[in-house]
């Protein structure tokens, strides 16, 4: 798997489309003074693969991690991204700290799924993605932030909530044109999820913005504002 750069800075290594991977896509601002990565990967092993293309790419090292939200498949990858600064939505921290106090392990995720069969889903796309617990740490982000905060580099990340998870945030690239979406408008997770939930449409329609060129969802194909807009009226 390799980087793609998709428009001005920015670089996406792509996502699973298989969704029992839980695999999302992990997108790289490239600067001089530090890149940015947005989510950690979904485990220190899809880390590492990140980490091995950026170099691979001759990109600079990075010197920020934003989490878009405390979601496993965005944050346990984080262990593996040495001397980085952890940003996160501030209500991502309890939770987080929750998660961290975990005793993780293939016997644990078993046991999990045994008390609670809806964690199936979630819980064996965990065991599949870490082969070794040896130094895994669940990371609550270093610098929080309530509504905006705009990096060194010019990375705008702002919070916008929403139903799959309270501390969700997108990260805006103003120079470039694009706006990393994370999991912000899709359902809640599926183990928390009833069949009256769907897609905030709202959420994604509200994130639409003539200044913005594309949008990048992160189990999703990158869509440009004009796919965008079509997508949002033909799901309304």
Same mark, same amino acid.
């Given at each position: 798997m390799e980087l793609r750069h998709l428009a001005g800075r920015v670089w996406l290594?792509? &996502?699973?489309?298989?969704?029992?991977?839980?695999?999302?896509?992990?997108?790289?601002?490239? #600067? #001089?003074? &530090?890149s940015v990565i947005? #989510?950690? +990967?979904?485990?220190?092993?899809? *880390?590492?693969?990140?980490r091995a293309?950026? !170099? *691979?790419? &001759?990109?600079?090292?990075?010197?920020w991690l934003v989490y878009t939200h405390h979601h496993w498949d965005h944050v346990w990858g984080a262990c593996a991204w040495p001397g980085v600064e952890i940003v996160g939505h501030a209500s &991502?921290?309890?939770?987080? =700290?929750?998660? *961290? !106090?975990r005793p993780?392990?293939?016997?644990?995720?078993?046991?999990?799924? =045994?008390?609670?069969?809806?964690? +199936?889903?979630?819980?064996? *796309?965990? !065991?599949?993605?870490v082969d070794s617990w040896d130094g895994f740490a669940v990371l609550p982000p270093t610098r929080t932030f309530a509504d905006e905060l705009t990096l060194p580099t010019g990375v705008v990340v702002r919070h916008v909530g929403g139903r799959h998870a309270p501390d969700s945030a997108v990260?805006?690239?103003? #120079?470039?044109?694009v706006l990393l979406l994370g999991d912000c408008w899709y359902p809640p997770p599926a183990h928390l999820r009833t069949p009256e939930d769907g897609p905030d449409l709202a959420l994604a329609a509200s994130l639409l913005d003539d200044d913005v060129?594309?949008?990048v969802s992160a189990h999703d194909e990158p869509l440009p504002l004009a796919e965008a807009r079509a997508a949002l009226a033909g799901a309304g």
């Amino acid at each position: 798997m390799e980087l793609r750069h998709l428009a001005g800075r920015v670089w996406l290594f792509p &996502g699973d489309p298989d969704p029992f991977a839980v695999r999302p896509t992990v997108a790289v601002v490239a #600067d #001089d003074r &530090g890149s940015v990565i947005v #989510d950690a +990967g979904q485990s220190p092993a899809h *880390a590492r693969e990140v980490r091995a293309a950026l !170099a *691979a790419a &001759g990109l600079p090292e990075p010197r920020w991690l934003v989490y878009t939200h405390h979601h496993w498949d965005h944050v346990w990858g984080a262990c593996a991204w040495p001397g980085v600064e952890i940003v996160g939505h501030a209500s &991502g921290v309890a939770p987080l =700290r929750a998660e *961290a !106090a975990r005793p993780w392990s293939h016997r644990y995720l078993r046991e999990q799924v =045994r008390e609670n069969p809806r964690l +199936g889903h979630s819980f064996r *796309a965990r !065991a599949m993605a870490v082969d070794s617990w040896d130094g895994f740490a669940v990371l609550p982000p270093t610098r929080t932030f309530a509504d905006e905060l705009t990096l060194p580099t010019g990375v705008v990340v702002r919070h916008v909530g929403g139903r799959h998870a309270p501390d969700s945030a997108v990260v805006l690239v103003p #120079d470039s044109g694009v706006l990393l979406l994370g999991d912000c408008w899709y359902p809640p997770p599926a183990h928390l999820r009833t069949p009256e939930d769907g897609p905030d449409l709202a959420l994604a329609a509200s994130l639409l913005d003539d200044d913005v060129a594309w949008y990048v969802s992160a189990h999703d194909e990158p869509l440009p504002l004009a796919e965008a807009r079509a997508a949002l009226a033909g799901a309304g």
